[in-house]
């Protein structure tokens, strides 16, 4: 009896102890800290804008959709549709530059001509897929969140 039982003991210990070791190895991968530069953020990303810009008169709601396409050497281009307190602007083209540091945050400075001026904090995420943004510029109460556009397809 103990024949047949001490093989099954030693096949079942060694299963265990391979399935340990993948675990090990697939979590100490994931422990590993990606590191960021401009050239993360490279491609199109379709991006929505929500809140206020504070005027004078008290705050203005504010949202937008659009596209941002980066460069990946700290420029961008961006087109979208605003609504500003009610009022549909479309096609409003822009610019404006970016940078990301090691640890996958940066800024964002954008003009688009005198509707809007804006400087933000960013984070960048999923491997240079998604970016969120808050923006620091006075008078402004923004965030927003982008994805990349057919991320691994090869297309910008």
Known sequence: MTRTIA???????FASLVVLAIVT????????????????LKGSFGYTVT?????GSG???????GRLTFDGTGNFENIRTI??????????????TYTVDPDCTGSFT????????????????????????IATSPGT??????????PGRGRE
Request: aromatic share 4%; charged share 20%.
């Open 7 to 13: 093989p099954k003991i030693v096949a079942t210990v």
């Open 25 to 40: 190895i697939a979590h100490a991968d994931n422990d590993k800290q990606e590191e960021c530069s401009v050239a993360t």
């Open 51 to 55: 809140g206020a810009l504070v005027t």
């Open 59 to 65: 705050a203005e709601p504010f949202a937008a959709v």
């Open 83 to 96: 609504s500003r307190n009610g009022n549909i602007l479309l096609d409003v083209e822009g610019v404006g």
């Open 110 to 133: 954008f003009t688009d001509g005198g509707v809007v001026t804006l400087s933000t904090d960013i984070v960048v995420d999923d491997h240079g897929n998604e970016l969120r943004m």
């Open 141 to 150: 109460v923004l965030t927003v969140i982008g994805r990349k556009q057919f």
